[in-house]
């Protein structure tokens, strides 16, 4: 009887602790500037981003080499971005994009539009 409640108590901490976990990681997301992606040392940064349905996402190179910003699915594609210029797309769909850029494919980073 007893153990049965100590183990009650545990998991409702568990929980407790694991949601406090997820909302903390929301505000540090909240943070950041909404839908702006940096492209530097052949990285997308940051790797993975969630933004809300309708939002313009703004890419920009900050490195020497061109990059481009391509979606897996062909949903979009930029021109070769030189360095300091951007890239722009409007999501109005939910749903999980991948990333990558079409000259360097091993740089990649996915885009959850909610
Ligand atoms: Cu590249």
């Known amino acids: 009887m007893q153990i049965l409640t100590l183990r ?3 998991r409702v901490l568990l929980l407790g602790a694991s949601l406090f976990a997820v909302a903390a990681g929301s505000s540090v997301a909240r943070a950041q500037t909404p839908g702006a992606v ?3 040392n ?3 940064s940051p ?3 969630t ?3 309708g939002s313009t996402v703004t890419w ?3 490195d020497g080499e061109p990059h481009t910003v391509v979606n897996d699915a062909g949903l979009f594609r930029s021109a070769a971005l030189d360095q300091n210029d951007t890239y722009q797309f409007k999501f ?3 749903g999980v994009y991948k990333v990558f850029c079409g000259i360097h494919p091993t740089m990649k980073e996915t885009i959850t539009v909610e």
């Open 8 to 10: 009650r108590v545990s």
């Open 38 to 40: 940096v492209i530097k």
């Open 42 to 44: 052949f990285m997308f």
């Open 47 to 49: 790797m993975a981003m």
């Open 51 to 53: 933004v809300k349905a």
């Open 60 to 62: 920009k190179n900050l």
């Open 92 to 94: 109005d769909k939910p």
